[in-house]
């Protein structure tokens, strides 16, 4: 019987980042008395034509985190060819501390709260049922140790990372985390005073409660200084925390806020294997596993505050509902065409707790919301060195499948079915091989060690592709669902091989006018008249082979899922030649010359890596396309990753 325990005190001095710190302003095409203005004249008129942002004050927070687990085990050998492995652990995980209780929450019906104020005394109630039994197992099958079954399940609980917390990024909000809730800014209940201190006049305020006065600060265009005039923010292009009518939330300079489950449980992964281990020869054994795993109650940041699908363009809305549109400022189209862009007022007026916080956009919430799936057979072949001749061979044959595959687990495509989120993960292959064959040449005493301690190493690895699929509308191009959050799924139909392996070229795309004259286009549409048709004459079709791709009807959402499509395989050959040499029985060294690519083959990144937008249905003329090497396009150029052919010399000397 084994006992013990373990205490792990984890701090971080300066955790947080400065999403859009230097600010952030967009210039486009407009139109202006019936005449087309371009981007750049706009630009060099200094004339903004989008909501911008600004970080302002210190996102920098000094977190820490305590973890406390105690554990039994044993080990009982029931026969002399049969033992088995028992026991239990138990976790214990505070929630995140700051120095000075610098971080913020928001909790519909409450509001903002933040630690060591108004109550909040932790972001989360801590779990305390965190059980992890493990079971395994060893079987000598014959009881002379050749062949021999091995198996085991185990719980084990996932140390959650920070950054979801402290840096999201990849959300619309332009806040970066608990760390940068308002919960110091003055929230008024309608509009602020946009020049001085204070809301406008006669508008109400929600009480102030916290201290926190760092956060993103969304810009209408109005409200960026491009051109420096002397009546906004002292001649700056930007705000600053000193300016008294930027620390202040309003119905016309909305605030964003992270939110976290009060009731937050700690993720756990449940994974078992079975395997059996035979010798073959006395040098060659051999290797084969089933290994699973699944985890659940992942944590993920789960849309709070968005509303229904439809509601920019007014669809499916009730008569009471329109009234609260056009009652906040709003209008409704009285039909949608391709020119009608989706009403920020009615998308506004519709978010589900507007009623109680008209100054607050975006929430998005750090939930247990995911769950991940993993199956895979593992052979693996290894010959020890017989006359200097020694191998390793592998082979794997897997499918992982999950909602998000991200660090952060942010925003994800779709608010309202997390279900469709279900598919292939970004990581997911479902064939690897790889070999590795060393060779020690025979050698011969004299001629100064020429002669002696050559050796040659061969690795050869083959991986299928990794998935990709139809991302959300990364360039901001549209908002097609009408919801604000830019998540837009097209509608798919026939073999996702037909949009798969495109290497550097891309799917075939059909401008708006091709698409209305293509039969498959406007079948797969809806129609001459419909929702979607009209979207297609907007945006247009991908069509190639006998799959056609057309962008969601507007006001919903269409059926494409993550990573549906794959990419181009990797075929990769790596090669080395050593030489050891002896200076003595102490002093030795060894020279290297490594290829890495030996054969210079052509390999293609992943479409969705990189956020460059390959995978965006938007960007007509690149969907689909793969122009980098995988290295490049994974950011990760390192030696044998996918790069072209390499050489590496080396020199190691051992004493």
Sequence with gaps: MKFGGEL??????????????????????????????SQLQNFMSGTPTANGQIFIGDPLRAIAQTAFALYGQDDWKIAPRFTLNYG????????????????????????????????????????????????GFAWDVNGNGKTVVRGGSTVMFVTPSWWIFLSQQNALNPTTGINTNPTGFTLCRGQINANGPGCAAGVGTDPTIGSISSAGVPLTPAQTNWNAGSGLYGGNIYPNASDTSVLKCGTNRFCTAQAVDTNLRNAYVFSWSLGIQRQVTSTTTVDINYVGNHATKLWGVGFTNTPPLGAGYCLGLSAAQISTVTGAGGSCPSSITTSTNPNGAAIQALRPLNALYPYLSYIYTVQNLYHSNYNGLQVAITQRPVHGLSFTTGYTWAHTLDQNSGERG?????????????????????????????????????????????????????????????????????????????????????????????????????????????????????????????????????????????????????????????GTGIRLWTASLSKDIRFGERVGAQFRVEAFNLLNSLMYGNPQFNGNGYNDPFSSNIFGSAPSTPDVANNNPSLGSGGPRAFQFGLKLTF
């Design 8 to 37: 792990r005190w984890s701090k971080i001095a300066a955790g947080g980042t400065f999403n859009r710190g230097r600010g952030q302003t967009t210039f486009g095409n407009t139109t202006v008395n019936g005449a087309s203005v």
């Design 88 to 135: 239990v652990r138990w976790e214990y995980l505070t929630a995140m501390k700051e120095d000075k209780n610098r971080l913020g929450n928001f909790v519909p019906g409450t509001g903002f709260t933040q630690l060591g104020v108004n109550g909040n005394n932790a972001l989360w109630a801590p779990d305390k049922n965190n059980f992890a039994p493990r079971v």
């Design 410 to 566: 942010g925003p994800n495509g779709t608010p309202f079915n997390l279900r469709r989120d279900y598919s292939n993960g970004d990581y997911d292959q479902r064939h690897r091989f790889t070999a590795t064959i060393t060779y020690a040449l025979p050698g011969k005493k004299g001629y100064a060690q020429m002669l002696e301690g050559w050796k040659v190493t061969s690795i050869v690895s083959a991986y299928t592709a990794l998935p990709w699929g139809s991302s959300a509308s990364a360039s901001r191009a549209a908002d097609i669902a009408g919801i604000g959050e830019f998540q837009e799924g097209w509608n798919f139909t026939g073999k996702p091989s037909d949009f798969s392996n495109m290497k550097s070229g891309s799917v075939p795309f059909l401008a708006p006018a091709a698409a209305v004259n293509n039969a498959a286009c406007v079948s797969a549409a809806g129609g001459a008249g419909s929702l979607g048709y009209t979207a297609m004459q907007r945006f247009g079709c991908y069509a190639t082979g006998s799959s056609v791709m057309v962008p969601a009807a507007f006001g919903t959402q269409g059926n494409t899922v993550r990573n549906m499509f794959r």
